[in-house]
Structures are given as C-alpha cells and as structure tokens.
C-alpha cells in the first residue's frame, strides 16, 4: 500500500517559519516530489517541486521564503516556510510523481494535507 503522508503545518505569527515533512510510503521510485497549496475559495497552486537529481522549482510568490529539501534515507521531502504572511495561508498538499510496485509506469498521488495558518 502506497502514501504520502504530510506533517509540520499548524497556526504562526506572521513573520514566523514552519518546517513541513511527507514521506512517501510503499513506492518504489519517485521521479519528483511537490508541493501545492490551496487556500479557501481558492485553485490549488503550485509551490515547489524537486526531483530524483535534487533539481528544484518554485513558484515566484514563494522563491527567496521557502525552501525544498529532500532526505533519500527517510523518503521524506520537507519545505522550510520563513517570513510567513497572511497569504501564505492555505492547506498545503504534497503530491508525487511515483511508481508504485508492480507498476511499469508513474502515477500522481496526493497527501490528504496539513494546514497552515499565519496570522497578522
């Protein structure tokens, strides 16, 4: 059985930072990893990816504030959130672009998010 399971998200002072974590479960190959967010009313957007080579991406609303990380070992890709502002608010979902075992090819799944509030 496969997962990505997220973890770190909770209510800051703006300003402040939070460390999220998934870790994927059950797969037996990740080409990349992302995170997306969605706030209330709101599309889902993307955040930041990183691949299997540690290439990363991220969107410019974000870049220079949050950092993507990844710990092979652990199956686990973090983000670092610093100098939070209230439009950072939103569930934050990680998403991979993994092969499950048994399968030839690769497949979208998504965690079931951590929430992060920033208040003023």
């Known amino acids: 059985q496969v997962s990505l399971v997220e973890s770190g998200g909770g209510s800051v002072q703006a300003g402040g930072s939070l460390r999220l974590s998934c870790k994927a479960s059950?797969?037996?190959?990740?080409?990349?990893m992302s995170w997306y967010r969605q706030a209330l009313g709101k599309m889902r957007e993307f955040v930041s990816r990183?691949?299997?080579?540690?290439?990363?991406t991220y969107a410019d609303s974000v870049k220079g504030r949050f950092t993507i990380s990844q710990d092979n070992t652990k199956n686990t890709i973090y983000l670092e959130l610093t100098r939070l502002n209230a439009d950072d608010t939103a569930m934050y979902y990680c998403?991979?672009?993994?092969?499950?075992?048994?399968?030839?090819?690769?497949?979208?799944?998504w965690g079931q998010g951590t929430q992060v509030t920033v208040s003023s």
């Open positions: 998403q991979g672009n993994c092969r499950r075992p048994g399968w030839d090819g690769l497949t979208i799944d």
């Open positions: 059950g797969y037996t190959y990740c080409q990349d």
């Open positions: 990183i691949g299997d080579n540690g290439l990363t």
